[in-house]
Protein backbone atom coordinates (compact mmCIF):
# COMPACT_ATOMS: atom_id res chain seq x y z
CA UNK A 1 0.00 0.00 0.00
CA UNK A 2 1.41 3.67 -1.15
CA UNK A 3 1.48 6.57 1.37
CA UNK A 4 -1.08 8.13 -0.84
CA UNK A 5 -3.69 4.88 -0.46
CA UNK A 6 -3.05 5.44 3.81
CA UNK A 7 -6.75 5.76 5.02
CA UNK A 8 -6.37 9.07 6.82
CA UNK A 9 -10.17 9.83 8.50
CA UNK A 10 -12.83 7.77 10.23
CA UNK A 11 -14.88 7.32 7.18
CA UNK A 12 -11.98 5.78 4.75
CA UNK A 13 -10.35 3.74 7.39
CA UNK A 14 -14.26 1.68 7.52
CA UNK A 15 -14.40 1.50 3.78
CA UNK A 16 -11.01 -0.25 3.80
CA UNK A 17 -12.13 -2.23 6.54
CA UNK A 18 -15.34 -3.42 4.66
CA UNK A 19 -13.60 -3.29 1.59
CA UNK A 20 -10.40 -6.16 3.27
CA UNK A 21 -12.12 -7.78 5.97
CA UNK A 22 -12.66 -11.05 5.65
CA UNK A 23 -16.67 -12.52 4.27
CA UNK A 24 -18.43 -14.39 7.12
CA UNK A 25 -21.28 -15.80 5.92
CA UNK A 26 -24.24 -16.69 7.98
CA UNK A 27 -25.36 -20.01 8.12
CA UNK A 28 -28.77 -20.05 6.99
CA UNK A 29 -31.49 -22.29 9.20
CA UNK A 30 -31.54 -25.07 5.68
CA UNK A 31 -27.68 -25.22 6.11
CA UNK A 32 -27.91 -26.02 9.77
CA UNK A 33 -30.94 -28.22 9.54
CA UNK A 34 -29.18 -30.22 6.80
CA UNK A 35 -26.08 -30.08 9.07
CA UNK A 36 -27.80 -31.32 12.11
CA UNK A 37 -29.27 -34.01 9.53
CA UNK A 38 -26.39 -35.56 8.48
CA UNK A 39 -24.33 -35.75 11.34
CA UNK A 40 -27.75 -37.35 13.16
CA UNK A 41 -27.47 -39.83 10.36
CA UNK A 42 -23.77 -40.51 10.86
CA UNK A 43 -24.24 -40.72 14.47
CA UNK A 44 -26.91 -43.63 13.97
CA UNK A 45 -25.00 -44.86 11.65
CA UNK A 46 -22.39 -46.40 14.51
CA UNK A 47 -25.30 -47.39 16.50
CA UNK A 48 -25.23 -51.12 17.34
CA UNK A 49 -29.04 -52.25 16.37
CA UNK A 50 -30.84 -53.87 19.06
CA UNK A 51 -29.70 -57.25 19.00
CA UNK A 52 -26.12 -56.50 18.68
CA UNK A 53 -26.37 -54.47 21.90
CA UNK A 54 -27.92 -57.46 23.39
CA UNK A 55 -25.09 -59.43 22.31
CA UNK A 56 -22.50 -56.63 23.59
CA UNK A 57 -23.75 -56.74 26.89
CA UNK A 58 -24.07 -61.17 27.15
CA UNK A 59 -20.31 -60.71 26.41
CA UNK A 60 -19.95 -58.22 29.58
CA UNK A 61 -22.39 -60.81 31.28
CA UNK A 62 -19.93 -63.57 30.90
CA UNK A 63 -16.85 -61.03 32.75
CA UNK A 64 -18.83 -61.26 35.71
CA UNK A 65 -18.17 -63.94 37.92
CA UNK A 66 -19.71 -64.94 41.37
CA UNK A 67 -17.37 -64.95 43.94
CA UNK A 68 -18.07 -67.59 45.70
CA UNK A 69 -18.25 -69.99 42.46
CA UNK A 70 -15.66 -70.00 39.33
CA UNK A 71 -17.53 -69.31 36.99
CA UNK A 72 -19.36 -66.63 35.42
CA UNK A 73 -23.13 -65.87 35.98
CA UNK A 74 -24.14 -66.02 32.27
CA UNK A 75 -22.99 -69.54 32.00
CA UNK A 76 -24.15 -69.84 35.86
CA UNK A 77 -27.14 -69.73 34.06
CA UNK A 78 -28.81 -66.33 36.69
CA UNK A 79 -29.81 -64.52 33.77
CA UNK A 80 -32.88 -65.35 32.85
CA UNK A 81 -33.59 -62.71 29.92
CA UNK A 82 -31.69 -59.30 28.44
CA UNK A 83 -33.70 -57.23 26.74
CA UNK A 84 -32.62 -53.62 24.45
CA UNK A 85 -34.18 -50.93 22.85
CA UNK A 86 -33.55 -48.00 21.34
CA UNK A 87 -34.30 -44.74 23.37
CA UNK A 88 -36.49 -42.63 21.74
CA UNK A 89 -35.08 -39.34 22.90
CA UNK A 90 -31.38 -39.83 23.16
CA UNK A 91 -31.41 -42.57 20.51
CA UNK A 92 -28.85 -44.79 22.78
CA UNK A 93 -29.72 -47.69 23.90
CA UNK A 94 -31.47 -49.25 27.56
CA UNK A 95 -31.35 -52.86 28.62
CA UNK A 96 -33.32 -54.98 30.86
CA UNK A 97 -31.56 -57.67 32.50
CA UNK A 98 -33.85 -60.73 34.27
CA UNK A 99 -31.68 -62.00 36.60
CA UNK A 100 -31.87 -64.20 40.06
CA UNK A 101 -29.15 -65.10 42.22
CA UNK A 102 -28.43 -68.74 43.44
CA UNK A 103 -30.18 -67.64 46.51
CA UNK A 104 -32.07 -64.92 47.87
CA UNK A 105 -29.57 -64.82 50.91
CA UNK A 106 -26.55 -65.02 48.78
CA UNK A 107 -24.06 -62.43 50.34
CA UNK A 108 -22.59 -60.76 47.62
CA UNK A 109 -25.87 -60.10 45.89
CA UNK A 110 -25.76 -56.01 45.76
CA UNK A 111 -22.05 -56.69 44.33
CA UNK A 112 -22.94 -59.04 41.43
CA UNK A 113 -25.99 -56.69 40.70
CA UNK A 114 -24.08 -53.28 40.96
CA UNK A 115 -21.82 -55.22 38.75
CA UNK A 116 -24.64 -55.52 36.04
CA UNK A 117 -25.34 -52.15 36.45
CA UNK A 118 -22.43 -50.64 35.43
CA UNK A 119 -22.12 -52.62 32.10
CA UNK A 120 -23.52 -49.08 30.83
CA UNK A 121 -20.44 -47.75 31.68
CA UNK A 122 -18.31 -49.97 29.62
CA UNK A 123 -20.24 -49.92 26.83
CA UNK A 124 -20.20 -47.17 24.19
CA UNK A 125 -23.80 -46.46 23.42
CA UNK A 126 -25.47 -47.79 26.52
CA UNK A 127 -27.03 -45.25 28.32
CA UNK A 128 -28.59 -47.31 31.12
CA UNK A 129 -29.21 -51.00 32.24
CA UNK A 130 -32.13 -51.63 34.98
CA UNK A 131 -31.71 -54.73 36.42
CA UNK A 132 -34.85 -56.52 37.61
CA UNK A 133 -34.22 -59.35 40.38
CA UNK A 134 -36.18 -62.44 40.62
CA UNK A 135 -36.50 -65.59 42.34
CA UNK A 136 -39.34 -67.62 40.61
CA UNK A 137 -38.51 -69.51 38.88
CA UNK A 138 -35.68 -70.53 41.69
CA UNK A 139 -31.92 -70.75 40.63
CA UNK A 140 -30.97 -74.26 40.71
CA UNK A 141 -27.90 -76.37 38.76
CA UNK A 142 -30.22 -77.50 35.82
CA UNK A 143 -29.91 -73.54 34.81
CA UNK A 144 -26.10 -74.51 34.76
CA UNK A 145 -24.27 -74.34 31.21
CA UNK A 146 -22.25 -77.60 30.42
CA UNK A 147 -19.39 -75.18 30.49
CA UNK A 148 -20.27 -74.13 34.13
CA UNK A 149 -21.07 -77.87 35.08
CA UNK A 150 -17.63 -78.78 34.03
CA UNK A 151 -16.04 -76.26 35.92
CA UNK A 152 -18.06 -77.32 39.20
CA UNK A 153 -17.06 -80.71 38.20
CA UNK A 154 -20.36 -81.99 38.22
CA UNK A 155 -19.56 -83.31 34.88
Not at 107 to 117: G, P, Y
Not at 133 to 149: H, I, T
Request: aromatic fraction near 6%; include cysteine.
Amino acid sequence: MSEENIPTTYEELRAYEEKHAPKEETPSETNIKKNMEANKKAYLAHLPSDEEMEELVIEQLKTIYDPELPVNIYELGLIYNVDCWTDEVSSLKMCKITMTLTSAACSMSEIIVDLVKSISNRLEYLENVDVELVFDPPWGQDSMSDEAKLAMGLL
